[in-house]
């Protein structure tokens, strides 16, 4: 077994692209991720939105040949399993059928461990105190609930495991109460039901924690989180007010690349292919410029080297945010712009990229150009796209010539 073949490649996947009741009544009938994802616009010259999708379509996760599909396509391209969001809020499972049918469906055979998304779902998808849609409370019970509930995924055959202990990652370690005695209980309950060993992970959102002093076994890198950069939105061209920040994609990768790991200080690299959350955030959005196939292999490629480096006798992972987060402008899964570019770099980085830096850096021309000459273009591209749609209508409706006529 090569080196870099010890390293397995987990994407985060969102199960949000189906409807369900909760939605349908914050957000409208029929809500799911792709209505965010669609409706976006552009908020400066060569910007890249909306992002939609190609191969799979506008899909609806509840169809067992998407998922299927899925499945297929990612371990084509050299993804070892999926790592899905669990959402648990004090008993109240959410976007929960997607992952159950995945646990029911011996043809979705990919490798698969969970996210436990402990966090408030807000209005403003930040997860903070504000128009919160549902609290992520917790009781004094709910240590040993949750755990209850996760052991029918942790028994699964196909659940990933570190050294033959299940994987279980807390997206927001901070908002445990007590995150040493939440640990205690999950860790006793399952040596009791059978399972000796449990390999808890924090993930390190909004601060580098120190998953020790924590009571995890590891820490799982999160990116975009943390990222202390200049704001580059000084620099750019806005169509309208822009509240939000602009980062480079190299400056955040060289950022995370420069961390060591170690069997003293367990950690997961991570990485992520492009970032851009205007479909959810508008003009406070975050985007993170460059984010290119090119510069997301070698960033991945580099990222499977320093694992080598770091542990150079045992299986590891690296984590890629996202599978599937199509309204947070991350995604591998093909689109209209792209294409299957993100997946084919996946594969490259796997064995090792010929690429020896970053190919895309700073602020694009595209986007430096004056707030005048930049609404010109948008609004000539927006003249141009409608009189072409409104010929094709035209040619549409209009009668067709016969030989009476």
Known sequence: MSDRSRVKLLAFYLTQFHPIPENDAWWGKGFTEWTN??????????????????????????VAETRREQIQLAKQYGI???????????GKRLLERPLDDMLADPQSDMPFCLCWANENWTRRWD??????????SYGPDSDLRVIQDLLKYLRD???????????????????????????????????????????TACALTHSNWDHKELGFDSAVEFPPHNMKFENLAQQMSF???FHGYCSDYADVAEMYLQRRYSSEASGFRGVFPSWDNTARCGERATVVLNGSPENYE????????????????????????????????????????????????????????????????????????????????????????????????????????????
């Open 157 to 199: 055959p196909r659940y990933i495991r570190v050294d033959g202990a299940p994987l279980i990652i807390v997206y927001c370690p901070q908002r445990l109460p007590d995150c040493r005695e939440t640990l205690r209980v999950w860790r006793e309950y399952c040596a009791e039901q059978g399972i000796p060993r449990i390999h």
């Open 298 to 405: 070698y960033w991945l490629s580099e990222a499977i080297s320093r694992t080598v480096e770091d542990f150079p006798t045992e299986e590891r992972f690296v984590f890629i945010n996202a599978w599937n987060e199509w309204a947070e402008g991350c995604h591998l899964e093909p689109d209209r712009k792209f294409g299957h570019r993100y997946l084919e770099a996946t594969v490259r980085a796997k064995k090792g990229s010929s690429l020896r830096g970053w190919t895309h850096r700073g602020v694009p021309r595209t986007e430096q150009s004056s707030p005048a000459a930049a609404m010109a273009k948008h609004r000539l591209a927006e003249k141009s796209w409608l009189s072409r749609n409104w010929r094709t209508l035209k040619r549409t409706l209009r009668p067709k010539k016969t030989a009476n006529n």
């Open 37 to 62: 994802a669609a409706k976006a616009t552009p908020l400066f010259p060569g910007h890249y939105q909306p992002h939609l999708p190609t191969d799979l379509g506008f899909y609806d996760l509840r």
């Open 239 to 241: 169509f309208q007010t």
């Open 80 to 90: 070892h399993g999926f790592c899905y969001y669990y959402y648990w809020f004090a």
């Open 127 to 136: 997860g903070a105190e504000k128009e919160i849609l549902i609290e992520q």
